[in-house]
């Protein structure tokens, strides 16, 4: 079963245009939630995290907006740029627990 | 720093074939994780290592055994391949468990025919 619902599967977006994925959790022990990158032949890497006390954090071009009420979380990349093309993870954990829950996955196609 | 390094990159097994996926980080962390990547599931858990000693099953533990060989160390095996185990195996290693990142190697593609 599912923990961690992610959508879209696949987003195209314009140079300089907004991308947004969507996640939404079902534990609510979890209380810490990772995006991770991931280019082509290569492993995941960490891009942003929050915890649940702060309902947005913010790096560079990279936003994650957090309502934990509805228990979802997002992921906004401003100004995209052909080099955010790439497959992203959202993920949910439990702080002391060793099993991160993915979503998915949704593959982002920034078009020049 | 070479990270997390797993070998071997590609492998093509086929049915009832056996073999280990080996794992090694420098960074001198703690826990050490085997998951499996398919595609529109994400990535799941296999086993995972919570230091070294230690070993317990994820969520797709079934037809995989691990030994955590050292601290270092963190190795996956098939003991019979089926063509259900046809994926991308990443490794990955945190420090502690409540520094929450995880750091992936480049990944292992297994084709099982």
């Known amino acids: 079963q599912q923990q961690v619902k992610q959508s879209p599967q696949s987003l195209i977006v314009q140079k300089g245009g907004i991308s947004i994925i969507n996640c939404a959790y079902e534990n609510t022990a979890f209380d810490y939630f990772p995006w991770y990158q991931q280019f082509p032949g290569k492993g995941p890497a960490l891009l942003i995290a929050i915890r649940p006390d702060v309902s947005e954090k913010k790096e560079g071009r990279f936003t994650i907006s957090f309502n934990k009420s509805a228990k979802q979380f997002s992921l906004h990349i401003m100004d995209s740029q052909p080099g955010d093309s790439a497959t992203y993870f959202c993920?949910?954990?439990?702080?002391?627990?060793?099993?991160?829950?993915f979503g998915a996955g949704t593959r982002l196609f920034v078009k020049a | 720093n070479a990270g997390v390094t797993q070998t071997p990159k590609f492998q093509v097994l086929k049915t009832g074939q056996s073999m280990t996926l080996q794992c090694a980080q420098d960074?001198?962390?703690?826990?050490m994780y085997w998951y499996r990547q398919d595609p529109g599931m994400g990535l799941r858990l296999i086993y995972y290592?919570?230091?070294?000693?230690?070993?317990d099953k994820g969520e797709v533990p079934n037809g995989y055994n691990v030994s955590r060989l050292n601290k270092r160390e963190f190795s996956l095996r098939l003991e019979s391949a089926a063509p259900s185990q046809t994926s991308v195996y990443f490794c990955?290693?945190?420090?502690?468990?409540?520094?929450?990142?995880?750091?992936f190697g480049e990944g292992s593609r297994l084709t099982v025919l």
């Open positions: 990955a290693s945190t420090r502690t468990p409540e520094t929450g990142e995880l750091f």
């Open positions: 960074m001198n962390h703690n826990s």
């Open positions: 290592s919570a230091s070294e000693g230690t070993t």
């Open positions: 993920a949910a954990s439990n702080t002391g627990g060793f099993k991160t829950i």
